[in-house]
């Protein structure tokens, strides 16, 4: 059982930056693509980005290439989401995701089975 906390969320400006954790209890954490969702509120949990479990390819929602960055330390166990100009619409609870793959090229931008409690990131303009 993978265990996912996320941190860093809060409330910023319109055009400000945030920038979101991930801890992962799982040693093994570089098996595991991980990734960034969002929900906004009265709205169906969407896909942000993700990131390969060893090479660190990126993947991320057309809307939000260019102001969103994901990375990854497998030493710290950890995933980040950058966020840049950020806009009211970006105003949602991200949740930070992971799914055991074997082999590097298996990101996943869905069926993640391991989730964290989500931060809430609140825009306003």
């Known amino acids: 059982q993978v265990r996912l906390v996320e941190s860093g969320g809060g409330s910023v400006q319109a055009g400000g930056s945030l920038t979101l954790s991930c801890t992962a209890s799982e040693r093994t954490f570089s098996s595991y693509a991980m990734a960034w969702f969002r929900q906004a509120p009265g709205k169906e949990r969407a896909f942000v980005a993700a990131?390969?479990?060893?090479?660190?390819?990126?993947y991320y929602a057309d809307s939000l290439k260019g102001r969103f960055t994901i990375s990854r330390d497998n030493a710290q166990n950890t995933v980040w989401l950058r966020m840049n100009s950020l806009k009211s619409e970006d105003t949602a609870v991200y949740f930070c995701?992971?799914?055991?793959?074997?082999?590097?090229?298996?990101?996943?931008?869905?069926?993640?089975?391991?989730w964290g409690h989500g931060t809430q990131v609140t825009v306003s303009s």
């Open positions: 990131i390969s479990r060893a090479r660190g390819y990126t």
């Open positions: 995701a992971a799914q055991a793959v074997d082999e590097d090229y298996q990101t996943p931008f869905y069926g993640y089975d391991y």
